[in-house]
């Protein structure tokens, strides 16, 4: 398989690993549906079996938290609040949400006070009615509904963790903001 990680103006790391002989051989499916869609569809589901999904995920957090769903101009974003200190902010990746975080939360939570949110479009926040044409329009409301939640927090500096997308987007945040 072959990966590559850019690292802006630095360089960029690729790499290619190769099956050797002595390795056994890759498994071949025996479903006639190409691989990927074995594994990879769009499972409609509800709010209440999201809601169900995430008490599950929530239960392993054996510290205190408040759960606030923070009203903002295009979107409801679902935020955890929990321990005390200097803001920290956890945006998650694609296809995820905050019980993404639910293991690393009570570390972090003895030293800051952790936010970590369901980004517009996932989890229990708002599903907004985005109208944008391009990846840069996408990247654009990302951002700039994240801002406004900053705002309406009332924080005025932070931590900010991101995973997969959610890294990216905390990258593209620094550099606006």
């Not at 903002?72 to 956890?90: D, E, F, H, R």
Request: aromatic fraction near 12%.
């Amino acid at each position: 398989f072959f990966f590559a990680l850019l690292l802006p103006d630095c360089c960029v790391f690729v790499g290619v690993q190769t099956i050797s002989s002595d390795m056994e051989p890759p498994v071949t499916p025996t479903s006639p549906k190409p691989f990927r869609e074995q594994w990879w569809h769009w499972k409609p589901t509800s709010r209440a079996q999201t809601e169900a999904i995430e008490g599950v995920l929530l239960s392993a957090l054996d510290i205190p938290y408040t759960m606030t769903m923070v009203e903002l101009q295009s979107t409801k974003i679902n935020t955890l609040c929990a321990g005390s200190g200097p803001p920290l902010v956890m945006w998650h990746g694609m296809a995820a949400g905050l019980g993404l975080w639910v293991r690393n939360i009570p570390a972090f939570a003895e030293h800051y006070t952790v936010y970590a949110v369901d980004l517009p479009g996932f989890g229990l926040s708002g599903r907004p009615d985005f109208k944008g044409s391009d990846a840069a329009d996408g990247e654009a409301y990302f951002v700039n509904v994240m801002e406004e939640w900053r705002q309406k927090m009332g924080i005025e500096q932070m931590v900010l963790i991101g995973h997969s997308m959610g890294g990216y987007l905390s990258g593209v945040y620094a550099l606006n903001y």
